[in-house]
């Protein structure tokens, strides 16, 4: 079973700047939407995705992740 960054992944288009999506997904919890985004950061390590921008809150005073816009590569 895939991770929710790979179904993201697989359903972006080539080249396409894409956000990664937070309303009406299990991508709402910013906990989640942060690990999601980081999984992100490990895909742009391997050359699958540039990370175009992205914005990190103070949430309970542990810094995450809010806000992802990536490329896919490959």
Same mark, same amino acid.
């Given at each position: 079973?895939? %991770? #929710?960054?790979?179904?993201?992944?697989?359903?972006?288009?080539?080249?396409?700047? %894409?956000?990664?999506?937070?309303?009406?997904?299990?991508?709402?919890?910013?906990?989640? !939407?942060?690990? %999601?985004a980081?999984? !992100?950061?490990?895909?742009?390590?391997?050359?699958?995705?540039? #990370?175009?921008?992205?914005? @990190?809150?103070? @949430?309970?005073?542990e810094?995450?992740?809010?806000?992802?816009? !990536?490329?896919?590569?490959?």
């Amino acid at each position: 079973m895939g %991770t #929710i960054a790979m179904s993201v992944f697989l359903d972006s288009e080539f080249g396409a700047d %894409t956000p990664l999506p937070k309303a009406g997904s299990a991508l709402e919890h910013p906990l989640v !939407f942060d690990s %999601t985004a980081r999984e !992100f950061h490990a895909l742009a390590a391997q050359g699958r995705v540039e #990370i175009l921008q992205e914005h @990190v809150a103070n @949430v309970g005073g542990e810094s995450l992740i809010d806000e992802l816009l !990536f490329r896919r590569l490959k």
